[in-house]
């Protein structure tokens, strides 16, 4: 591992705090969006069927 400064150092720290401050929030806002998507029924929808590659667009379907 490479040498680092007491600059590098000092702006690793200062990111990983903020990191640590902004978690909870952001699993809040991951906690709300799966509620919202279970709410809003996405978990029921099937999947796309695939689609034919390379056949008309008339020999497709």
Known sequence: MAYRSAA???????????????????????????????????DQLGPEPARRVGLPPSMRD
């Open 8 to 42: 590098q150092l000092r702006n690793t720290r200062r990111i990983e705090a903020l990191i640590k401050l902004a978690a909870p929030a952001l699993n809040v806002v991951l906690y709300a969006g799966d509620k919202a998507s279970r709410i809003a029924g996405r």
